[in-house]
């Protein structure tokens, strides 16, 4: 009896071990994606999301640059769909804007940093890289991304149509090179990670649907089964698919849907007029917005069903709104158009800037030259840099080999 105690012991002993040792491996292990983004306040918030094969919980470590002793605070876990990986994300709160904080990934050693937002920008600017349709090939991606660095945005917006996976579980490794391509070349060799914030498109669904003919109740399970990637990947702007931003009193950005999983007529129409008649209210300095499909488009028809959909229902909106500037994409070419306003080139209109070029192969565009709304067109991949201070604002487009392309309005080029 005594030798069969002691044999039980030291399997017990033996399991043990390797529980502990397994638990040692999970907490060193590097994460396969890192990402951050905002849901609520970019001030005194972020979202910190990253990727595991282990679905134990992990301690996130973060402090203010410079401190000595660490905060910590434990990750929710969830589903990477049709992956063994799994979502480890923590919500940070009661963060002191423009302010650098450290990160550690549980007993992983590198330690990483990101910044908060500033309450004001009278004084200092702000900047922001944009675009969208990222990656038809990694390669492609990472080389654009590596143009982007050198100008040290604060945070960075995509429109849609990311890793090109289609809501189908066949192409999640689309998704991992996506992921690998933001690690690899949106983290500074210092550190720094990037903030990013992301549109829908229609490549990350499976298929749109009729929004009137599901009810209510179940509207949320359909935008999961139609886009199992972008509703349970990233945080914002989550259920219903389209949301607001806002940064301090100086900008609030608009997310939208265009018909993939929200019908641009309804309820969202009803959210945008709310909310724009909000920021109006607010005096907000800068309110912008950022969705797929565009209404001036570069490269597709201009009497397309969404375009002209667009058109319809939110340009009005848009153009009783305070707004300025309006990010497209879709189109995978570069394009500003001239200040519109009823449909009419108009010196107090919104500009139009897209096309969602910046990891996909550029097409043929319409000659600027003879297209009414076009103040240039481009086939080339590139993202666009956007300066705020104050209630001024900067543009240049960059594209995939660093040469400044555009700007707007004709200020001295900013140069990284």
Known sequence: ???????????????????????????????????????????????????????????????????????????NVSDFPFS?????RVFLSGLSADQAYEVKFGAYERVYYFKTMPKDISR?????????DTMHDQKVMEKTNLQVLPYNPDFIIIGGDLAYANGDGKNVKRWYAWFEAVK???????????????????????????AESIPEHLKEEKRKE????????????????????????????????SDHTN?????????????????????????????????????????????????????PLFEKSTMNLAFENHDHAYKRTYPIKNNNVDEDGIVYIGDGSWGTRPRTVH???????????????????????GKSFNIITVDEDGNIIDSYPNNPLIKP
């Not at 000659?367 to 201070?389: G, M």
């Open 1 to 75: 009896m005594k030798s069969q105690s002691k044999k039980v012991n030291i399997f017990i002993c033996f399991l043990s071990l390797l529980v502990f040792y397994a638990a040692t491996l999970s907490a060193q292990e590097e994460p396969s994606g890192i990402y951050l983004t905002w849901e609520k306040d970019p001030t005194s918030t972020m979202t910190i999301d990253w990727h595991l094969k282990t679905n134990a919980t992990q301690t996130l470590f973060y402090r203010k640059k410079g401190d000595e002793n660490w905060m910590k605070k434990t990750g």
């Open 263 to 315: 019908a641009i007529d309804g309820p969202q129409k009803d959210w945008l007029a709310r909310e724009l008649a909000l920021q109006k209210e607010k005096n907000t300095t800068h309110v912008m917005a950022i969705y797929h499909v565009p209404a001036y488009p570069s490269a597709r028809s201009f009497t397309g069903r969404t375009q002209s959909m667009i058109r319809k229902h939110w340009v």
């Open 124 to 132: 200092n600017p702000i900047k922001f890289a944009i675009g969208g």
């Open 184 to 210: 690899n070349t949106l983290i500074h060799e210092d550190g720094r990670m990037i903030p990013i914030m992301l549109g829908i498109g229609n490549h990350e669904v499976k298929s749109g649907f009729d």
């Open 84 to 88: 063994d990986r799994k979502i480890h």
């Open 226 to 257: 139609s886009a199992p990637f972008y509703y349970n990947l990233f945080a914002f702007p989550g259920q219903p698919g389209y949301g607001v931003l806002e940064f301090g009193k100086y900008l609030s950005f608009l997310f939208l849907d």
């Open 367 to 389: 000659d600027a030259a003879s297209t009414w709304y076009l103040e240039t067109s481009q086939s080339v991949r590139a993202f666009t840099l956007v300066t705020l201070q």
